[in-house]
């Protein structure tokens, strides 16, 4: 049992918290519920909720600063880099895989004493630094997010296959890997137009399949994009199959108006057709932009005092491991500064020096 759940209660000395909830009942001096609130209090100093580059960069930072940390995750430690075969724009690294990136994060972070659990974190209480799991309840002084995002899918047959293999969601992170190849761009929005230009930098030609006539994109993007002479339109038409044998091969279009169907030749696949940020947790209002992500100010705190925000999750430019790692640092320190103060003002001492 970790040293960080063992309470100092004045009269009773130390206990754990079932120890202290019991005893103090017992005796009479609280009710069960006063009992539990007083238990809970400080468990930890900092709580992360997500195991992404930017959870596991803030707990390297808060635990290497003698704070008890806890990492919630829930599904395993790396995020989106589990999603990542290979990087090269880390830097330190010529190229690297998600997986041994994540695989560093991790003991790294836990090198210095931040313990990582795997539990779905289903309801926060920002004001009051509470965490609710499926298992239990965790209270914090103060609180990262960093539970990140998700690209949206088109669900098609062959896009899960070869993802990774042909299939992106990342121009930024992937269009490199498709110089003078022919690819296809997904989606009507703001993000597949503007990375559809982008994408020209490196490729021969692209495909810009759209379901509608009109773009939802901004009109000077879609003239932008008529004027470039590598971007072929492929309106009031949708994607319905992503094929090839090892890598990306072909892909099937189907137009909506007549039915038809053809193949395309093509090496890529770009889809962006929407991101998600993982934020349904979230009981108390926390401001956010419309689409969901988070907004903070320059030291990442959101709306509410001691609350951070990193990473993917955030309103931002552009999400990058890059990105969620620097937020993460601010966050930690931020963090840090926001216990010290705490402190001075109530004399508290923190989960570890207990
Ligand atoms: C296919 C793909 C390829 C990419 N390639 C690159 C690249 O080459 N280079 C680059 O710099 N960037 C790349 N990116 C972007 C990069 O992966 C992200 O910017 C980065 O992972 C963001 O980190 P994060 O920690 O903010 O969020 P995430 O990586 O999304 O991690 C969030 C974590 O929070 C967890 N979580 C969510 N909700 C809860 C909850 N309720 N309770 C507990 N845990 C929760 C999730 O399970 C996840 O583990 C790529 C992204 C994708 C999708």
Redesign the pocket.
């Known amino acids: 049992m970790s040293s960080s759940i063992f309470y100092h209660t004045g009269f009773l000395g130390y206990c754990t918290v079932p120890a202290c909830i019991v005893t103090l009942k017992a005796l009479g001096v609280v009710t069960l519920g006063a009992a539990a609130e007083l238990m809970r209090r400080y468990e930890y100093d900092v709580i992360i ?8 960069t803030a707990a390297l930072y808060t635990a290497r600063s003698k704070l008890s940390t806890l990492v ?13 075969e ?5 830097p330190g690294f010529d190229t690297i895989t ?1 997986l041994a990136l994540t695989e560093k994060f991790e003991r790294q972070a836990q090198a210095f004493g931040a313990q990582i659990k795997i ?4 309801d926060l209480f920002p004001t009051q630094k509470l965490v609710r ?1 499926h298992d239990a309840e965790y209270q914090a002084k103060a609180i990262i997010i ?6 949206r899918k088109l669900n098609i047959p062959g896009e899960k296959e070869f ?2 293999r042909g299939v ?3 121009a ?3 269009g490199a890997f498709f110089r003078d190849q022919i690819i296809a761009v997904v989606g009507g929005g703001d993000s597949a137009v503007e990375e559809s230009i982008f994408l020209t930098k490196y490729v021969r030609k692209l495909y810009l399949v759209h379901r509608r006539n009109e773009f939802r994109a901004q009109k000077i993007l879609i003239e932008r994009a008529m004027k470039n002479e590598k971007i072929a339109f492929v309106l009031d038409s949708v994607m319905e199959e992503i094929g090839g044998t090892k890598e990306v091969e072909w892909a099937t279009i189907r137009s909506v108006k007549t039915n038809d169907r053809h193949k395309l030749d093509l090496q890529g696949v770009f889809i962006f057709v929407g991101y998600i940020p ?1 934020h ?2 979230i009981r108390e209002h926390l401001a956010h932009d419309p689409e969901g992500y988070l907004l903070t100010d320059t030291n990442m705190q959101t709306s509410v005092p001691g609350v951070f925000a ?4 955030r309103q931002q430019l552009t ?6 790692a620097g ?2 640092t601010t966050a930690a320190v931020a963090a840090e500064k926001y216990i010290e103060k705490l402190q001075q003002a109530t004399a508290l001492p923190t989960a570890r020096e207990r």
Request: proline letters at 5%; aromatic letters at 6%.
């Open positions: 909720i997500g195991a992404g580059p930017a959870g596991l919630l995750e829930k599904l395993a430690p790396g995020g989106q880099l589990l999603n990542t290979k990087i090269e724009d880390y998600g539990e779905e974190v289903t799991t960093a539970s990140g995002g998700y690209p993802a990774g992106s969601y990342c930024l992170c992937d993982n349904e947790y990193a990473g993917d999750i999400r990058q491991i890059t990105t969620a937020d993460a």
